[in-house]
C-alpha cells in the first residue's frame, strides 16, 4: 500500500518562512514525479509545484513562482518544498502527491496523495 506522509506545516506571520516535506512508502518513485497541491477553505484543490524525474524539471503556479522551491530529497522516496515569503492568502491544507508518470503537473496523473499538512499564515 502506497502511503505519502506530509510534515512541517503550521503557523507563521506574513513573510515567514516554512519547508514541507513528504515521505513515501510502499512503492518507489524512483522514475515517477512527485508535487504539491493544496486547498484552502472553499476553495478547489490547485496545482502549486512539481517536480520531474528526467532532468529535475521543476514546475510551480504562477501564485508561488519565485516564493516556493520544490526539491527531491537524497532518499529517492522524498520531497519537500521550501516557501519563502508566505502570506495570508498561501493559508490552506497542502497535499503531497506522487505519480506513476516521469512527468505530470496536474492533479489527474497524480494517483497517490497524502493526507495533508495545514499551513496558516497570519497578517
Known amino acids: 500500500q502506497v502511503q505519502l506522509v506530509e510534515s512541517g506545516g503550521g503557523l507563521v506571520q506574513a513573510g515567514g518562512s516554512l519547508r514541507l516535506s513528504c515521505a513515501a512508502s510502499?512503492?518507489?518513485?524512483?522514475?515517477?514525479?512527485m508535487g504539491w497541491f493544496r486547498q484552502a477553505p472553499g476553495k478547489d484543490r490547485e496545482f502549486v509545484s512539481a517536480?520531474?524525474?528526467?532532468?529535475?524539471?521543476?514546475y510551480y503556479a504562477a501564485s508561488v513562482q519565485g516564493r516556493f522551491t520544490i526539491a527531491r530529497g537524497n532518499a529517492k522516496n522524498t520531497v519537500s518544498l521550501h516557501m519563502n515569503s508566505l502570506q495570508p492568502d498561501d493559508t490552506a491544507v497542502y497535499y503531497c502527491a506522487g505519480s506513476d508518470d516521469a512527468s505530470c503537473s496536474n492533479s489527474g496523473c497524480f494517483p497517490y496523495w497524502g493526507q495533508g499538512t495545514q499551513v496558516t499564515v497570519s497578517s
Open positions: 517536480i520531474y524525474w528526467f532532468g529535475r524539471s521543476t
Open positions: 510502499g512503492q518507489s518513485f524512483s522514475g515517477r514525479a
